[in-house]
């Protein structure tokens, strides 16, 4: 079951990861909300007693950049709001227009939903949406154990006095600088490729063990590990890209 008007930008397994451009997308998810008894999204709900479609809805009529987790069944499992809050800078030199400053989005907020928590759900839902939004990013984590976690595992760090990103009323933020944004998802990739690249992963194991075996590997098989690795190829660890080749070069295959 897809969701009308969601852009998908990355899928790991049965998990889309993309951009809900209507509010009318918001629709076609099946939001989980906790209760007694049920697991589901809760903070909102419990802290300013905001229903969650209101809460999405309001988001892109905002004009916020709201991205989504889903499932086939098109189960919400993660969302995360950014507000632009900076204009890249462009500037014209000899005809050629350059960017010489990236826009600022504000990370409004991100939640997973708890049953899908500490999968790295969270983590690659952010990464897709900062590469897709080519910009520097700034969030104010609202305890100690989440700006631990934007430190340790998404490369943001304190905003220095001197920092001219971005204002001066964001000095207690947390910034992830775009030249870190714009490698974030490829750096997550090379660390859990699994997690990012499931299907070639399994793919791969799945051929070199038939092949360690001494078993038979069918044409169509290696055509489809070759064909998860060129959509993937761009987020491939150099070694492991360096192994695959290796192994698909003992083949002819054409596609």
Same mark, same amino acid.
């Given at each position: ?5 969601? *852009? ?17 997308? $918001? %629709?076609? #998810?099946?939001?989980? $909300? ?27 009529? *905002? ?13 919400? #499992? ?8 900076? %204009?890249?800078? &462009? ?7 350059? $960017? ?51 430190? &340790?595992?998404?490369? /943001? ?14 000095? %207690?933020?947390?910034? #992830? ?21 499931? @299907? ?8 070199? /063990? ?14 489809? /590990? ?16 360096? @192994? ?12």
């Amino acid at each position: 079951m897809s969701v009308k008007n969601m *852009s998908v930008l990355h899928r790991a397994g049965n998990v889309s990861y993309g951009l809900l451009g209507s509010e009318s997308a $918001v %629709d076609d #998810l099946v939001i989980e $909300v906790g209760r007694t008894g049920l697991s589901g999204f809760n903070y909102f709900h419990k802290k300013f007693g905001m229903p969650y479609e209101f809460l999405l809805k309001r988001s892109i009529s *905002s004009g916020h950049a709201l991205f989504a987790a889903t499932d086939d069944n098109a189960r919400l #499992l993660g969302f995360a709001r950014f507000e632009k809050i900076a %204009d890249e800078v &462009e500037r014209i030199h000899r005809g050629k227009k350059n $960017v010489v400053k990236r826009p600022v989005y504000l990370l409004r907020s991100i939640e997973i939903h708890p049953s899908f928590r500490h999968v790295g759900i969270g983590r690659l839902l952010f990464a897709i949406a900062v590469e897709s939004l080519k910009s520097s990013v700034i969030t104010l984590p609202d305890n100690f154990q989440a700006a631990r976690f934007f430190r &340790e595992k998404l490369m /943001f760090r304190t905003i220095s006095e001197n920092d001219c990103t971005v204002s001066a009323r964001y000095k %207690d933020y947390l910034l #992830l600088s775009y030249p870190k944004a714009r490698v974030l998802l490829k750096t997550i990739a090379e660390n859990y490729p699994r997690m990012v690249m499931p @299907e070639l992963i399994d793919s791969y194991e799945s051929l070199m /063990f038939k092949s360690n075996m001494g078993k038979s590997i069918s044409r169509r098989d290696l055509i489809r /590990f070759k064909e998860l690795l060129e959509s993937s190829i761009h987020l491939v660890d150099g070694k492991l890209l360096k @192994e695959m080749n290796s192994f698909l070069n003992k083949f002819t295959v054409k596609s």
